[in-house]
């Protein structure tokens, strides 16, 4: 419902979910949706729910919200997110942890759809074939590295021990972690891919991030291991990615995040023939958030991002603001 001084305005598309849990999470908060078609301005403005602004909002000048202090962004992701559109005064916070249990179960998928060559072994049957099937990897006691333990990792982590396997993880600070068996920190990358089977990597992309599972981190792990992304595309090389499939049949792969992906369109757009590749397997960008997800997980989704505006308009610090520093050197 529109208001005359909204403080929380809406930049994510109206949902009906979204649209009912926004008085119930913030009763005394007048809140409005605006649209690039939202003439403004809107002097009341403290705090914007948005996804991507800059399409969203693309009339929008710091001078129509004067009073703005806080964006929640809808994704957890924010290294599209642009940062110039508003003032160093108004904090950042992405929606951390809120696709855990979709991504973390995606992830697994993704795993189970290398170990077990499902791909493969479809083919085999749509061409009417039996025996032999395509090799199978056994998990019970292998080891699943997993890069970036956020909350994501850590659902992660507690499905593959379900699977008996060994979980090691790799983290800024290598702090421990209860779902973990050992942990590093994220300058012992080279050591830590080193002799386990699955590598998971759940990290954002950040100027530390970036291209670090190069040629040299690739040849580092097993012959036969198993390297799944569902993080952000950009934290690997794709060109060494491509050829260390090449040259190592055994090596197996599995990717939900692409290096080019025109969203307006709805296209990915490949560089490297990756998908021709036996050892290869992809989905578009689908562990997490779309217009069509389950509405019981779009309801996850929006109460978290709720819940941190909830202790912004407490007077509360939210939680998972950005450093911008970190993504001042993105492309």
Partial sequence: MALASPRLLVSVPSAPRLLALIPMRLPDIPFQFV????????????????GSPAAELPQWRPSMTPRLRFVQSIFAGVDTF??????????????????????SEHAVALILG???????????????LLRPGSP??????????????????????????AFGMRIEGLSRTGAPEAEADRMRPAGALMLAVRGVDVVVD?????SATRATIDRR????????????????????????????????????????????????????IHRWALTSLPNFLG????????????PDAQSYVFERALGNLARFFAGETPRHQIDRAEYGALP
Avoid: C
Avoid at 140 to 159: H, K, M, N, P, Y
């Fill in 35 to 50: 649209s690039s078609s939202t003439p403004g301005p809107w002097p009341d403005a403290e705090a914007l729910l948005a």
């Fill in 82 to 103: 642009p940062f110039s559109m508003f003032p160093p005064s108004v904090t950042v916070a992405g929606n951390v942890g809120a696709y855990a249990p979709f991504v």
């Fill in 114 to 128: 290398l170990a077990k060559s499902l791909v493969s072994d479809y083919d085999r049957v749509r061409r009417g």
């Fill in 136 to 161: 199978h990897r056994y998990l019970t006691g292998r080891t699943a590295l997993l890069l970036g333990f956020g909350e994501t990792a850590r659902l992660t982590a507690i499905r593959l021990r």
């Fill in 202 to 206: 759940f990290r954002p992309l950040t």
């Fill in 217 to 268: 981190v690739l040849e580092e792990m097993n012959d036969n291991a198993i390297y799944v992304n569902v993080g952000r595309a950009r934290t690997v090389d794709e060109e060494a990615l491509y050829n260390h499939l090449a040259a190592h049949p055994q090596f197996r792969a599995a990717t939900d995040v692409w290096w080019d992906e025109d969203f307006p369109h709805g296209r990915l």
């Fill in 283 to 294: 989905t578009p960008h689908s562990a997490g958030y779309d217009a069509e997800m389950d």
